[in-house]
DNA sequence: GATGAATGAGGATTCATTCAT
DNA sequence: CATGAATGAATCCTCATTCAT
């Protein structure tokens, strides 16, 4: 939690329990908020219940945010960690194929954002954005973009190594984007979009996903003669 | 409209200027709700704003549905026509390969529902499905189950006539789902998860997606002999 | 229902059903609304009820009635029958002696006003009085005034006629008013005031009350010398 | 004021002006309802209006009552005390004759309900019942069934002591209750049923009451011989 | 006249926000 | 700092009343 970070550090040793508490306030409020937020939207969120589940009162909610809509910033703001530089020295370590580098990401993306709680961050933008039109621009430039970038890095990669046949880039991307959406919105939806019976498996879906993008679906013996293959 | 028929078939022919109006009214209501609610969110709506769009005051919106809810339902039930049987005739009639098959109906679709407005309820769902437990289970129901059967369909009927290699289709319909979800959220969430500059061509996003499931990405020359299909 | 109406009665020539039902509407209206009134109270009764408990529409009722308010006046004035002349006479003419008159009078009163409608208009002025002052005022002077005025003057007959001691008539009216409006509101009141069970007789409880207004409680020993008490 | 008590007893002496103002809420809220309610009627009686009376904003109105209705239904509630047991230990312990006990009591009544703002909500009852039959119900169980009980065993003592001659208790119970009630309503509706010009003295009424109650207004002759009569 | 669709003022209720303690 | 009582703007919804047909 980068805001709590402000307030570590503190010099004293025997830091009191209560003062330890006091420092995590603003955490536990945006950690209870994002929940909320996530689960009923933002307008269906009161105040007074993010500083109860924060097990504080709501005046202190006001104390430390100005009001709910900043307290909505500010959640968004927290939980966009950037993480993209640290990926991208990743990526450019990486020595096996450029299928095996986007498997890789896109599993690393599950288990590093996609599963936790920081993904309901991307289901509140979608559900909110037509509100908060500067936060939905702080999104883009700092998600949006960064990962966007890091995607047609590998892409790039792939297609420089010959491992991946030339495309446009500006449509290519969304091939491995939407995944990825799609599976977060799932479950942060009541499963809206999912057939009911199967809570789908996050591993097996993108294990699919991947293949399909590296492979496609064509039969492996016909894919060769495929009259579409040479006309795409 | 369905829901306008149960006001038509007036015998009449001198049917007043305020009869025809009166008729009109619940689909006028509906289509301004349903832009509302799609741009701005339920709880953002206001019952005044949806009257004043459809050209009438607060009290008539009350006067056709009991509640700012109910109204919310009435707009997902509208949208929701039953196309899923004319469909599935149109699948049925089908000649051309399933490669063929398949691009027809993801684009097809894209002009029937993704570009219309009745894209917009899709997300209107996804953001209030956990407020709307009932109305979520009525859209799971009514549009994501049958949609869902439909495009098992036709990757069955690429598998059986060996056209498609064997899948678990359990995932493999999100192959086909998850990008037109996306695409319709991208259209519904002020351009979040888009790269800002390119307001996505939906046509050529879709001819990618088709190329991409059908053909994978992976390099022509160098597909049939990667080793990561062998493994995978 | 109404469309039938349009069709019927158009070709006779004896005065059409529909005009003589023209004629009666305000009553109708105003009969609806008693009902109504006395039953859930002014502010709690619509008036679309009352027009549709007079089987016509709420348009209707404005065409005869200026305002609700206006409905209720004409409901109480429309019930407030002059009797009093009526009754004067009968008192003037009554030759038994004044027990035997009091007796007659409030039975007659139970008969006439107290088991009929109209009653209901005493609970409607008691709970609307405060609402409604002019109307109040009206009451007084055409009800209340002239009741009050007829038992003084049983009173007083009985008294000049030595059938009755001597007392300040001021008071003594209430012996007899106060029975008969705890009657009426017993009985507007879902029954409050009574206990549940007894729905009581009405015929019995006046004959209760007048026995006692006439000879008391006292213990038989001391009023078995009295007169009265043989004929009552 | 029961109500109250539920928030007394905090143990603090520095209990702050705010504490204080906080549990004197309630209270002040249900003693301007009552006003109200009696004055107005429940329905036009706004929540506003009340909140103004108790000095506090609208707001305030519904952090202690959950709605309107609730207000009405504490307003009932807080106003019947259990006062019937204390009246039955008073009525067992009485050493006089019936007579006198019978006077002693609705003397009583009148000083300790009656004239109270309670009897207000004998008339907020009478006005609301069809529309609160729960509530109505309730009144029933907790004030009219102990006090017909109570006024049962007056005059069933009296009965017991030769001192009353032998009645229908069912009906003769309505002979002290009628009185009051009618005085209550009186007095609470604009001074309807009321001859205008005098604005008549409980205590002379109910004298007057008690005093034909127990001995009619039977002609003096007859009644010379009663015992009663003189102690009266 | 009769109708009932439309109106909009009015009132109940919610909840973000303030501030005295 | 923390609290939670108090506030009142904002919004849903009702229903008396109007008026075009």
Known sequence: MSLSKLFCDKTSGVAAKRERRK???????????LDLFVEK?????????????????????FLYFQSKEELFKAVVRENISGRFTEWRAELDAFEGTSPELLAYCMNS???????????????????EAKNFPDLAAFYQQEVIQPGQALIRCILQRGIDRGEFRPMDLNYAVYLVIAPMIFLILSRHSAGICLSKEAD????QYIATQVDAILNGIGAPAASAAQPTRKTA
Do not use: H, Q
Not at 109 to 127: C, D, F, N, P, Q
């Open 23 to 33: 420092e995590a306030r603003p955490g536990e409020l945006l950690d209870a908020a």
């Open 41 to 61: 939207g933002f307008a269906a969120t009161r105040a007074e219940e993010v500083a109860a589940r924060a097990g504080v009162s709501k005046g202190t909610l």
């Open 109 to 127: 993306w599950w288990e590093r954002v996609g599963a936790t709680r920081a993904s309901g961050i991307t289901k509140l933008m979608m559900s």
């Open 200 to 203: 789908l498996d996050p591993k």
